[in-house]
């Protein structure tokens, strides 16, 4: 019997949910009140931002999601998203395992994370399914799996 390891199978949890609060508003815009505190490192190998900013901030910084942002994608490991800094208009890419709190202070809701550097895979290549953004509509890869042929016969 393996051991469970509950804080992984947790964090997994937690990212899902900021992965489909991300697609969300990516696809709809925000609503109401809400917007979102995202810390991440910078020192994570995946994370992309413009050098000034690495300089500024070498590990760790916070943005807002709410009036300026554009362009939010979401993928199965990361999202993307436009913002303006110093007002020029910035990407940046954030893995998922690089984040270190979610808020959003309109509903009172905040997670916190540790960061995940080891087992970090490769960059993924521009042809994978995983780097296609997810939406409502889009599924895995179109197949439907029965549990059919799972059952014991």
Not at 22 to 38: Q, R, T, W
Not at 50 to 71: A, C, D, G, R, T
Not at 111 to 131: A, I, K, N, Y
Request: charged content about 30%; overall charge negative; glycine content about 4%.
């Amino acid at each position: 019997m393996s051991d469970f390891r509950y804080d992984e199978l947790v964090q997994k949890a937690l990212i899902s949910v900021v992965r489909e609060v991300l697609a969300d508003v990516a696809k709809n815009g925000l609503s109401g009140n809400h917007h979102f505190y995202i810390r991440f490192r910078t020192d994570h190998p995946k994370t992309k931002i413009p050098s000034y900013l690495k300089k500024q901030y070498p590990e760790e910084i916070m943005i807002v999601i709410q009036h300026q942002f554009w362009n939010l994608k979401t993928f199965e490991d990361r999202f993307s998203v436009d913002l303006s800094f110093s007002g020029c208009q910035e990407t940046l890419v954030v893995p998922f395992s690089a984040l270190t709190a979610f808020v959003d202070p309109s509903v009172k809701f905040a997670l916190q994370f540790t960061p995940s550097f080891d087992g970090e895979s490769s960059p993924t290549s521009p042809d994978r399914d995983d780097d296609k953004p997810k939406t409502e509509s889009s599924s895995d890869d179109g197949k439907i799996i029965s549990f059919e042929s799972f059952r014991k016969k």
